[in-house]
């Protein structure tokens, strides 16, 4: 286990042998199920090829995907403890090549969120999102009733967990789609991707500001 007094996390290898306190277990264990049996699959209504993620599968193989929770005794008040998974994160990703820092995900599982109603988790996911993307990364946010679209097909609802979470990733030229509308995030966006754009890329761009 590592962590401070904020968070908890371990990675999905010792979750799977479950070296992890068995107050956590249960729902640590279906979070990393649906990881390796949703998200590493296709499905019918993705709208493309290949999986839901490409990038657990090549993370769950290189060790490289963690599950963390909120200590005990952070209470209600959960930005302590996405202040600390961002600062873990950045600490982890410190030690890696850039292609593995590609791969690097946290998970921070919250199973005592409504899971009826995402409104909360939102919440959550919308007031840490401004911080992250200025360092350069990702979170999102997975529901059992998430209402966010796919981005190939606007029925396929792919942010659907079992367990209320958020994800940490870092942030890549191909999240353009996840910024649009918001002049914040797409400043930090064009400062660091800018002019490396793949034309494809600016295709999405330009469709979207014309």
């Known amino acids: 286990m590592r962590g ?3 968070i908890h996390f371990w990675t999905a290898a010792e979750v799977a042998r479950a070296e992890v306190p068995r107050r956590h277990l249960p729902y640590l264990r279906e979070v990393l199920e649906w990881s390796s049996e949703f998200l590493v699959s296709g499905h019918p209504e993705l709208g493309r090829s290949g999986p839901v993620c490409p990038y657990t599968q090549p993370s769950l193989r290189k060790q490289l995907f963690h599950l963390a929770v ?3 005794g952070v209470g209600a008040d959960l930005s302590s403890a996405v202040g600390s998974l961002r600062a873990w994160y950045e600490r982890l990703a410190a030690g890696l090549e850039e292609d593995d820092q590609e791969l690097l995900t946290l998970l921070l599982v919250l199973p005592h969120f409504d899971r009826t109603d995402s409104a909360e988790l939102d919440g959550l996911q919308r007031a840490a999102k401004d911080a992250f993307v200025a360092d350069g990364l990702m979170i999102g946010q997975f529901h059992p009733v998430c209402e966010e679209p796919g981005l190939w097909n606007s029925l396929f609802r792919p942010l659907r967990a079992p367990v209320p979470l958020l994800a940490v990733r870092k942030l ?3 999240d353009l789609p996840f910024l ?3 002049d914040v995030h797409m400043d930090h966006y064009l400062r660091r991707f800018a002019p490396d754009i793949p034309a494809r890329v600016r295709g999405q761009l330009v469709s979207r500001m014309g």
């Open 4 to 6: 401070d007094e904020r």
């Open 180 to 182: 649009l509308g918001d």
């Open 70 to 72: 909120p200590a005990d």
């Open 172 to 174: 890549l030229v191909f």
